[in-house]
């Protein structure tokens, strides 16, 4: 199999063969499969065009951005933004990661910026502008909804858009509620940890990202949702987090009101009932896509 991706339509690869491609850089192939798909499904959505310069904030270990880099070619650029530390991830790290995808012939098309928000990122590049800014499911790892707005603001005259993809807090399925639940049971939590460094740190659903956007100065212009496929694997993280020993100790020891871990601890039970009612098979919320201009 050739580790380069052709540009012409008539030797373009299928989807499989770049999930295939993508995954062999990601460190763990079995379960990267349905999450690179996902992946490429979002920048479908984002309707990303050869030749595009996109500002990715957010990219973590770098899966949307290999999908990113495909949809813009040979001419185009990806520039990703995480501050995420040296450490964070498994079963490879955030930075690890992105080195691995940067050996592939993919490399020259992204530019990885680390060790700094998207905020110091654009402050320090004054001159730096691109056709899209892209935040493919960050949002909830900001540490508050000011956070959000203030990118959105520093995003205005430095992009044409602004394409968003977060998970909707809405669940098409009674499978899905187990993980719609889980994800308001971490927010609660959240709002208890100031040194929160789980997957879920500020819980925001479509209309308060609609009215950050709108705040700093951005409106909607098309907005859609869609259920993501049955093995896409984010429902089964959050909750088997909620689930953990880890979890209810963190309540415990954080959360001193007795009104609000009672809260929480009933958010818990009612997503431990959810997974019950779903025979233990729970899928993955639906997801929100939005485009966002000036």
């Known amino acids: 199999m050739t580790s380069q991706i052709s540009t012409t339509a008539d030797e373009a690869p299928s989807r499989e063969w770049l999930v295939e491609f993508i995954a062999k850089y990601h460190g763990h192939p079995t379960i990267s499969g349905p999450q690179i798909d996902h992946r490429f499904r979002l920048v479908e959505s984002f309707k990303i065009e050869p030749g595009h310069r996109v500002l990715e904030i957010g990219c973590g270990q770098g899966d949307c951005t290999a999908a990113l880099a495909i949809a813009v070619g040979e001419a185009g650029h990806i520039t990703a933004v995480d501050p995420a530390p040296a450490d964070y991830g498994s079963p490879m790290t955030v930075h690890q990661a992105q080195d691995l995808l940067s050996t592939s012939s993919l490399g020259p098309r992204i530019s990885w910026i680390r060790a700094m928000t998207p905020i110091q990122y654009l402050a320090q590049n004054p001159n730096e502008t691109w056709d899209v800014a ?161």
Request: hydrophobic residues 45%.
């Open 134 to 294: 892209v935040l493919a499911q960050s949002l909830w790892y900001f540490a508050s909804p000011e956070e959000i707005r203030n990118t959105f603001t520093a995003l205005r005259g430095r992009v044409n858009r602004v394409a968003v993809a977060e998970f909707s807090l809405r669940a098409s399925s009674t499978e899905a509620h187990a993980h719609v639940l889980a994800a308001l049971t971490q927010g609660a939590l959240a709002l208890h940890d100031e040194n929160n460094q789980r997957n879920i740190r500020t819980c925001v659903g479509p209309e308060t990202i609609a009215r950050l956007a709108k705040e700093a100065g951005f409106k909607l212009v098309g907005e859609t949702f869609f259920t993501p496929a049955e093995k896409y694997q984010d429902a089964r993280w959050e909750i088997g987090e909620v689930k953990s020993t880890e979890f209810a100790a963190a309540v415990e020891s954080l959360v001193v009101g007795q009104r609000e871990r009672a809260y929480i601890e009933t958010l818990r039970n009612a997503m431990l009932g959810a997974v019950k009612a779903s025979q233990s098979k729970p899928r993955s919320m639906d997801i929100w896509v939005a485009s966002f201009d000036v």
